[in-house]
């Protein structure tokens, strides 16, 4: 029975693959390329958290260049070439092992650099970063840090934190790996709990906010944070 059975099936199986390929081709292929674009190029990443505030805010869709360090195999973290270094300031998607999930931090060491933080405030190869008082919220101090190649924002608190992640170091970045920081310092699981993150672990570079909803607030768009460039 089996043998009298089989091929009629597989010609009806065959024959409905054919016309599914037929009918659907241009969508198959559209949503290959949508995949593929997605894997190895460029993607969107929520911001879900505080840990990079005030740069960053829950709800933020920020937009990742997947090209910005290397060309990878897509789906793999296997990389074909290097394009460019990962540099302090830059704000970086991780996929961290670690972890086990990913990450949005701001690098802030590069390999070879020795890294030292008193009381949040940093030192990078000897030097002190620059910082300055912006605004004070409640029991929040926007400040603005300035390190070796630019300046941008962080936060610090003035109320009762674990004081242990405030102070790290010296130590020296390895080889091919990076010290990150959350721009929120104390409110943020970054190098300081995880350690160095290496290259590979890298997805890309963000530097602007596509489109933010609000949590808080029934989800509502935040129309001031639409194509926000992130600094």
Same mark, same amino acid.
């Given at each position: 029975m089996n043998e009298l059975h089989n091929p009629p099936v597989l010609t009806r199986l065959r024959t409905?693959?054919?016309?599914f390929w037929k009918d659907n081709r241009h969508f198959t292929l559209l949503?290959?390329? /949508?995949? !593929?674009?997605?894997?190895?190029? #460029?993607?969107l990443s929520s911001i879900s958290g505080a840990s990079m505030q005030p740069t960053l805010l829950d709800g933020d869709k920020v937009w990742v260049n997947k090209?910005?360090?290397?060309?990878? /195999?897509? !789906?793999?973290?296997?990389?074909? #070439?290097?394009?460019?270094?990962?540099?302090?300031?830059?704000?970086?998607i991780i996929?961290?092992?670690r972890a086990d999930k990913r990450l949005v931090k701001r690098i802030v060491g590069v390999p070879g650099d020795t890294i030292y933080m008193q009381n949040n405030a940093l030192v990078i190869n000897g030097e002190a970063a620059g910082y300055e008082v912006l605004e004070r919220d409640g029991d929040a101090i926007i400040i603005l840090e300035e390190l070796p190649e630019g300046a941008h924002q962080a936060q610090v608190s003035q109320g009762f934190v674990n004081r242990s992640t405030r102070s790290y170091g010296p130590t020296i970045v390895p080889d091919d790996q990076y010290f990150v920081l959350g721009d929120n310092r104390?409110?943020?699981?970054?190098?300081?709990?995880?350690?160095f993150i290496p290259r590979e672990e890298l997805i890309g570079r963000s530097s602007s906010v596509v489109f933010s909803l609000?949590?808080?607030n029934n989800y509502l768009p935040r129309g001031d944070r639409f194509l926000e460039i992130i600094e």
């Open positions: 409905n693959l054919h016309q949503l290959l390329c /949508i995949v !593929f674009f997605k894997s190895a190029i #460029a993607d090209l910005a360090y290397d060309i990878k /195999i897509p !789906f793999t973290e296997i990389s074909l #070439a290097e394009i460019a270094d990962p540099g302090r300031g830059d704000v970086v996929d961290s092992k104390d409110n943020s699981a970054d190098s300081r709990v995880y350690s609000d949590s808080h």
